[in-house]
């Protein structure tokens, strides 16, 4: 069985920095590619950034390209959203998702999702 452990959600201030991590437990002798989707009060889901396992290719989504990098730890299992320059319309609940297919930038290309982190950006 496959759990994410999401953490580094929280308040944060425009302009600053904030870091999301999420990590594999569970089946870990497979290497997942994982992604972040956030969703606003009264909005769909939004892909924000995918990362492969090994770290070499990444996606973004185009409202946070240029501020927004996820990178792996020195465990394959484990990744990292480094938020930087957050505005408030950044401010969402963010979902933490793996898949041991291919990195994409689909909801449904990820099987197994975290609870997901309340990032709250103030002005």
């Known amino acids: 069985q496959v759990e994410l452990i999401e953490s580094g959600g929280g308040l944060a201030q425009a302009g600053g920095s904030l870091r999301l991590s999420c990590a594999v437990s569970?089946?870990?002798?497979?290497?997942?590619?994982m992604a972040w989707f956030r969703q606003a009060p009264g909005k769909e889901r939004e892909f924000v950034a995918s990362i492969s396992w090994s770290g070499h290719v990444t996606y973004y989504g185009d409202s946070v390209k240029g501020r927004f990098t996820a990178s792996r730890a020195s465990t394959s299992n484990s990744k990292f959203l480094e938020m930087t320059s957050p505005r408030p319309e950044d401010t969402a609940v963010y979902y933490c998702?793996?898949?041991?297919?291919?990195?994409?930038?689909?909801?449904?290309?990820?099987?197994?999702w975290g609870q997901g982190t309340q990032v709250t950006v103030s002005s």
């Open positions: 998702a793996a898949t041991s297919g291919g990195v994409g930038v689909h909801n449904f290309e990820y099987e197994y």
């Open positions: 569970g089946r870990t002798d497979k290497s997942y590619a």
